[in-house]
């Protein structure tokens, strides 16, 4: 049998809501495996950086975490750039919580306007097939409907990704041996102030000692938070190799 192809992750956007940290756009990470494209959420600002990466209408689907805008809104320039760039429009696969297609369409205030070059569905708990990746989906505590998701097969280590989580626990079950986890730490080395739905590098600290993922990629970090204590936290807890993922940053996930 030939073994599987690595997973090659580009980081497109891996800023939080807001932030003073200049091209730190919204949250986007484009996953590539022996001719699959994914793009998991494509947060505010990022569409350039997925147009530059790779075309866009050759994705296989978008997966969109949950419908806060540092996660989805630059569907909308993606919805344009397919309807108006080529003729006929092209279309791409969205897979995402309920009522992504409705809250596009009220930005526009003009229902269809998603349909015209997007097909949303939405994302389940059950394993999805994209090309050559498993998509696997939980919900995890954070908006009402909010998504954290594996990509990879049904042997080898393969991508986690948070979106964003306030539960570190949440995310264990789509954790397997040497998966490369791609988490949210919004609150870096500080505290969650109470009723914030987001997790700190002490979260993820006690999440990676009992699951033990071969590589920790932490993002979305919040404005004025440090990095390097934010890194620490989380390598102290850990043998694998931790870092702070930058728009550019390019990651090989081999699975063999
Ligand atoms: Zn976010
Ligand atoms: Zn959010």
Redesign the pocket.
């Known amino acids: 049998m030939t073994p599987p192809a690595p997973l090659e992750l580009t980081v497109l956007g891996a800023g939080p809501?807001y932030t003073n940290r200049v091209g730190a756009t919204g949250a986007s990470y484009l996953v590539e495996s022996g001719g699959t494209a994914v793009l998991l959420d494509l947060g505010q600002g990022s569409f350039p950086r997925l147009a530059t990466a790779i075309e866009p209408s050759r994705l296989d689907a978008v997966v969109i975490s949950?419908l806060?805008p540092?996660?989805f809104i630059d569907l909308v320039p993606l919805r344009h750039y397919l309807a108006y760039q080529f003729s006929p429009p092209r279309r791409l696969r969205v897979l995402g919580p309920s009522g992504l297609a409705d809250r596009i369409d009220a930005l526009h205030a003009r229902p269809g306007f998603t349909a015209e070059a997007l097909d949303c569905e939405q994302l389940r708990g059950t394993d999805q097939r994209i090309g050559t990746l498993t998509l696997e989906a939980r919900l995890v505590a954070?908006?009402e409907e909010?998504y954290a998701v594996r990509l990879g097969g049904p042997t080898g280590p393969g991508l986690v990704y948070s979106?964003?989580c306030g539960v570190a626990d949440d995310l264990a079950p789509l954790i397997r041996a040497d998966d490369t986890l791609l988490v949210e730490v919004s609150f870096g080395a500080g505290p969650v102030p109470p009723g914030a739905l987001h997790l700190n590098a002490a979260s993820i600290a006690d999440l990676v000692r009992t699951t033990r993922p071969g590589r920790v990629l932490l993002t979305h970090l919040q404005m004025g938070f440090d990095p390097a204590a934010a890194i620490r936290v989380v390598a102290e807890a850990s043998d694998a190799p931790v870092t702070l993922v930058e728009p550019g940053d390019v990651i090989t996930i081999d699975r063999t």
Do not use: V, Y
């Open positions: 809501a949950h806060h540092d996660h954070h908006t909010s979106g964003d």
